[in-house]
């Protein structure tokens, strides 16, 4: 896809991957429309991309709700005419697969798998008539083997990656001009671990569990360890532009991942796990 004076929608786009990508795509042309549920660091970060000479607007919204998703769309249509790439990028982690509540699992799926449906849902309608568009969806590592303390997230990144491999098919089947790619990185230096920040209320007193606060504070460490969000944003442009499915940030240890799983399926040993190796490229 050629990016100058196209539309790019991006989920999650006040922080992190999110607003890395957005400042790499507008450094390439793109027009930006950034969703986000939290008001403030979305108006600071509009304020900042347009301080850089970028044209960008912003909603405000919860990906798992798809009248929000809508909206996003809309004001992309109201403001540039068109969309060309949506980006379903915002995401929550929290949840071991051990005692975590029924309500922590709802929020986590919600926003994490709901988010992604929503967005393709609404986008890709638009994308199949016009005949142009390319879709990518955040899945993660943790959607390509288990990991301890990760049960919900895990579980959302599962779907997310086996939704959008699906798609791939689907469009292949479809003859039209739209791609799709599934962004699976290790750690990134985000605000992931600070999740229980856009928590509904009623699920805020979880995060005073001790296995909720071990597992916060891990992720703490292993996200402050990893690569920087703009590393994965230059990637995230490589495969739009050469409609690649797979974005691996952690190639050798997406790679290996899968290989110790194949072997464990086939009678082999259970996958030994090595976090450290989701850290470095």
């Known amino acids: 896809m050629e990016l100058r004076g196209k539309t790019a929608v991006i989920t999650g786009g006040a922080s992190g991957i999110g607003l890395a ?13 950034l969703g986000d549920i939290e008001s403030e660091p979305l108006f ?8 850089d000479g970028a044209k960008v607007i912003g909603v405000v919204g919860d990906v798992s709700q798809e009248a929000d998703v809508l909206a996003l769309r809309d004001a992309a249509l109201a403001e540039f005419g068109a969309a060309h790439l949506i980006f379903n990028n915002a995401g929550v982690g929290a ?46 590592l943790a959607g390509l083997g288990g ?11 599962f779907a997310v990656v086996g939704m959008s491999e699906s798609l791939f098919h689907e469009l292949v089947f479809s003859g039209k ?16 671990h600070e999740s229980h920040r856009n928590m509904p209320n009623d699920l805020v007193s979880y995060n005073e569990n001790p296995a909720a606060k071990a597992v916060a504070d891990f992720a703490s ?24 499915f797979w974005i691996l940030t952690h190639e050798h240890a997406a790679i290996r991942t899968t290989e110790q799983r194949a072997a464990w399926m086939a009678g082999g040993p259970p996958p030994g796990i090595n976090l450290d190796k989701a850290t470095q490229p």
């Open 221 to 244: 460490a292993a996200v402050n360890a990893g690569i920087d969000a703009s590393e994965v944003a230059i990637a995230v442009e490589t495969a739009v532009r050469n409609n690649s």
């Open 95 to 140: 949840g071991p697969a051990i005692g975590t509540p029924k309500k922590v699992w709802d929020w986590v799926l919600g926003v994490n798998v709901d988010g992604v449906v929503n967005g393709m849902n609404t986008f890709l309608p638009l994308f199949l008539e016009q005949n142009e568009g390319h879709v990518v969806n955040t899945g993660s």
């Open 177 to 192: 001009n739209v791609g799709v790619s599934v962004l699976c990185p290790g750690f990134v230096k985000t605000r992931i």
């Open 21 to 33: 990508t957005a400042r790499q795509l507008a450094s390439s042309g793109m027009n930006l429309v």
């Open 147 to 157: 990991v301890p303390g990760m049960g919900a997230y895990c579980a959302s990144k």
């Open 44 to 51: 600071a970060a509009i304020e900042s991309l347009r301080g």
